[in-house]
Nanobody, 114 residues
Framework: QVQLVESGGGLVQAGGSLRLSCTAS????????MGWYQQAPGKPRELVAA???????NYADSVKGRFTISRDNAKNTVHLQMSSLKPEDTGVYYC????????WGQGTQVTVSS
C-alpha cells in the first residue's frame, strides 16, 4: 500500500503562480517515475509533467516554459511550480507514482480566474 498526499492548490488570478507538493509514503521499495496529472472539468485526466528518478522530464506541450517539476527522492516528494497560470490550467491535479503499478493522490484543486 502506497499513499500520496498533495497540497498547494488554490484560487489564483491569471498570470499568477502556485507550487504543488506531493509526499509519498508506505510500501515504497524504489522510485521510478513521479508526476502530475490534470483533470479539467468534463475532461479526462491528462499528464502535465513527470520526472524519472534519474531526473528526466516530460511536459505537456501546453505547460512547457511555464511549469517546472522537481523531486527529492530521499523524501519521496515531488513538486510542481506553476507560473503564468491560465484559466485552462483549472482542474484537479493528481500526484502519480509508478511503483509496480500506478498510485494516485486524492487530488488538489487549482482554479485560475480570468
Amino acid at each position: 500500500q502506497v499513499q500520496l498526499v498533495e497540497s498547494g492548490g488554490g484560487l489564483v488570478q491569471a498570470g499568477g503562480s502556485l507550487r504543488l507538493s506531493c509526499t509519498a509514503s508506505g510500501n515504497i521499495f524504489s522510485i521510478n517515475t513521479m508526476g502530475w496529472y490534470q483533470q479539467a472539468p468534463g475532461k479526462p485526466r491528462e499528464l502535465v509533467a513527470a520526472m524519472t528518478s534519474g531526473g528526466g522530464t516530460n511536459y505537456a506541450d501546453s505547460v512547457k516554459g511555464r511549469f517546472t517539476i522537481s523531486r527529492d527522492n530521499a523524501k519521496n516528494t515531488v513538486h510542481l511550480q506553476m507560473s503564468s497560470l491560465k484559466p485552462e490550467d483549472t482542474g484537479v491535479y493528481y500526484c502519480n507514482l509508478k511503483v509496480i503499478k500506478d498510485w494516485w493522490g486524492q487530488g488538489t484543486q487549482v482554479t485560475v480566474s480570468s
